[in-house]
T-cell receptor, first 113, second 113 residues
Framework: GENVEQHPSTLSVQEGDSAVIKCTYSDSASNYFPWYKQELGKRPQLIIDIRSNVGEKKDQRIAVTLNKTAKHFSLHITETQPEDSAVYFCAAPKPGGSYIPTFGRGTSLIVHP | SAVISQKPSRDICQRGTSLTIQCQVDSQVTMMFWYRQQPGQSLTLIATANQGSEATYESGFVIDKFPISRPNLTFSTLTVSNMSPEDSSIYLC??????????FGPGTRLTVL
C-alpha cells in the first residue's frame, strides 16, 4: 500500500470557514512531516512542518497536528481566504532511514469569496 | 532557504530525442532530488542525485532512461532520453540540507510531440 494517504482530494469552502486536510502514514519511525502549497503553474512551497517530538505547531492561520499513536497528521487553515486556494501536499519519510519523502496525492482547496 | 534555478524552464521536443535539464543551487546542499509531476498529479520521485557517484533510482525509473549527474554539491543534471509523448510532464529538482526540509526548483515543463 501507499506510504502516505491524503484526504480529501478536493475541498470547497466559503471564505472565512476553516479547512482541514488529513494524512496518514505507515512507518511508526517517521519523524518529520511537512506540508506544501502549490499554486497553479508554480513550484511547491513549504508552508509548515512538524517533527515527532511535538503534537502541534501553529503559524498564524495555519496549524499542523500530529497523532503518533494513530499515525496521522493534519493541516488546519482557519479564516480561509481566496488566496488560500491551491493544491496542498503532505509528505512523510519513506521507510529505511535517511529522509527521503513520499508525497500524498494532494488536496485541491477552493475558497469561494 | 536556498535559491534554486532550473534550465530550461520549458521545452517542446520531438519523440526519440533527449533533453538535459540543469539544476543549480546557490549554496552547498546535502541532498538533491529529481521529481516528475504529471498534470493534476502528485510528485513522484525519480531518483536521488548523489555527489560523485551514481544516482539512486526509485522503482520504475532506470538509469538508461533518466541518466543523472551531480559533479558537485551545488549542481545536478537530469537527462530524459529517447523521449516519447508519455514523458511530457513537469520535472522538478529539489534540495535539502541538514534539517530534512526540502525546497523545490521552479520546474521544467516538457512537451514531447
Amino acid at each position: 500500500g501507499e506510504n502516505v494517504e491524503q484526504h480529501p482530494s478536493t475541498l470547497s469552502v466559503q471564505e472565512g470557514d476553516s479547512a482541514v486536510i488529513k494524512c496518514t502514514y505507515s512507518d511508526s519511525a517517521s519523524n518529520y512531516f511537512p506540508w506544501y502549497k502549490q499554486e497553479l503553474g508554480k513550484r511547491p512551497q513549504l508552508i509548515i512542518d512538524i517533527r515527532s517530538n511535538v503534537g502541534e505547531k501553529k503559524d498564524q492561520r495555519i496549524a499542523v497536528t500530529l497523532n503518533k499513536t494513530a499515525k496521522h497528521f493534519s493541516l488546519h487553515i482557519t479564516e480561509t481566504q481566496p488566496e488560500d486556494s491551491a493544491v496542498y501536499f503532505c509528505a512523510a519519510p519513506k521507510p529505511g532511514g535517511s529522509y527521503i519523502p513520499t508525497f500524498g496525492r494532494g488536496t485541491s482547496l477552493i475558497v469561494h469569496p | 532557504s536556498a535559491v534554486i534555478s532550473q534550465k530550461p524552464s520549458r521545452d517542446i521536443c520531438q519523440r526519440g530525442t533527449s533533453l538535459t535539464i540543469q539544476c543549480q543551487v546557490d549554496s552547498q546542499v546535502t541532498m538533491m532530488f529529481w521529481y516528475r509531476q504529471q498534470p493534476g498529479q502528485s510528485l513522484t520521485l525519480i531518483a536521488t542525485a548523489n555527489q560523485g557517484s551514481e544516482a539512486t533510482y526509485e522503482s520504475g525509473f532506470v538509469i538508461d532512461k533518466f541518466p543523472i549527474s551531480r559533479p558537485n554539491l551545488t549542481f545536478s543534471t537530469l537527462t530524459v532520453s529517447n523521449m516519447s509523448p508519455e514523458d511530457s510532464s513537469i520535472y522538478l529538482c529539489s534540495v535539502s540540507g541538514t534539517t530534512d526540509t526540502q525546497y523545490f526548483g521552479p520546474g521544467t515543463r516538457l512537451t514531447v510531440l
